[in-house]
């Protein structure tokens, strides 16, 4: 083989003087892009989504589709060494593949094509996973990214020799013409790179560690039993209608909403509340400060202020906590303050109205949802809840600070971004089924949904078709003020397209308004309608 390279790594067969890259810096090169590949793939993964880790999820993806045959192979040769076989195969394939790149890379950017190639293969591999999202494809195309500019940066720099027309490139040639100088600057670059990559697997290893920290600690945290339980859920409270939405949200389906890219990682033995500002005395309390004191369980619907009318963020479960009443009272807020800044060991900030923590509602610092600790994505190892209010404005996830303040000093994050201060939940119905433009046959026909107005209670919902009366349907029991309540209504559906509307009355005797308001800023208004077919 015989190589005419131009000084810039790029060949120029017609250009005289011909120059070659040695194989060992070729490799050498090739290696270190790998190798920034999987470091950069890593801390991305790491920040973004763990599951996405391009080595590990290329690798889950090979052992999912390993031959049954050749598994139980792997399994009875090496037991269970089974996944270090299966990570030096993969190691071995790389290496050859890196080499193969920076050999490549001499003549043209074949090796960067080899590269970008293999990309796509491990995002083919990666996007296999059962998780995946779109997100997962991030880590190994910036690792592609960083690793192709890697290989491009080293080649143009490695030493070059001439090489005279007909002379093989070889080992035994290779750095004839090159000076010490070029030879360790080059090397610099190599050790660069390798260092980038290291650093780079370092702080996703690190990264990782913490959160599985916390899923390890989540796993051990055992929700304290409470001293009063949620009120048991009465029959009914459910009506059996296919596609209805059910009173308990589970944990793995309820809504979540919050400004963190990554999750924190707050294991329950680095948590701390401290609650300060206008009080009489300050307190900090760790979690098992906490869990001696006495729990209770309450069932709240939690509702967010971007929720569009017929919109899905919302969800109902039991909360297992202690009244945020009994900690403020024991640090005794002062007549003046009329506001608790929370705030999230992310660095997100609400203010919640010192009145609703303190009249008597269920607010609680809660610890268990649906009796298990908070899923991390809600919060773990505590969050507030506050029934009535916006999430907004009261239900500050991952909480670590407690600040008796007053609304005319302090401003938390959606405040300060256009959203109103105060975020009473307000009257909302929505309707489930039938389902938005679906076909539906002539004749009886069961409509049904939900209604919240938490604190409140809802006292009817009604149901109108076209413009026709507003009828009443029926509610299923109330299970509290705080909590949604779901609605059924029978109708003989005639032939032709129809609007379904929906309405409710809070327990105040309030009919939800008509007016159609955005979420900005304090929450949209206006009456969910559904349009079917019938025939
Ligand atoms: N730390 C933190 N807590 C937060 C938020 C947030 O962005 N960060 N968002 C709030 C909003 S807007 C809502 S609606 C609720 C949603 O709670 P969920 O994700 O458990 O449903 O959390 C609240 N708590
Ligand atoms: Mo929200």
Redesign the pocket.
Known sequence: MQDTTSSTGFPRPDQQGRRTIGWFAAALSGLSAAAVVLGVGELVAALIAPDASPFLATGATVVDHTPQALREFAIEQFGTRDKLVLFLCMGAVMVALAVTAGLLERRRPYGSVLLAGLAVAVGIAVMQRPDATAAFAVPILLGAVAGILTLRILITRAPRRAAPEGEPTGEAAAGEDTTDASRRRFLGWAAGAVVLAAGSAAAGRWVGERARAVTADLRRFVVPRPQVAAAPVPPGTDPPVPGLTAFRTPNDT???????LRL?ALTSDDWQLRIHGMVEREIRLTMDDLLRRPAVEKMIT?????NEVGGD?V?NASWIGYPLADLLAEAGVRPDADMVLST???G?T?GTPVAALTDGRDALLAVGMNGEPLPV???YPA?MVVPGL???V??????VDLEITRFDRAQA??TRRGWSAFGPIKTASRIDVPPAFGRIAPGPVVVAGVAWAQHRGIAAVEVQVDDGPWRPADLAPEYSLDTWRQWTWRWDAPPGSHTLRVRATDGAGRVQTEERADPVPDGATGRHSRTVTVG
Do not use: M, N, Q
């Open positions: 309820f809504y979540r909403i919050d400004t963190a924190p939690l509702t967010c202020v971007s963020l969800g999230s060991a992310d997100f609400a994505e809600h919060g969050r916006y999430g907004y009261s239900a500050t996830k991952w909480v994050y959606w």
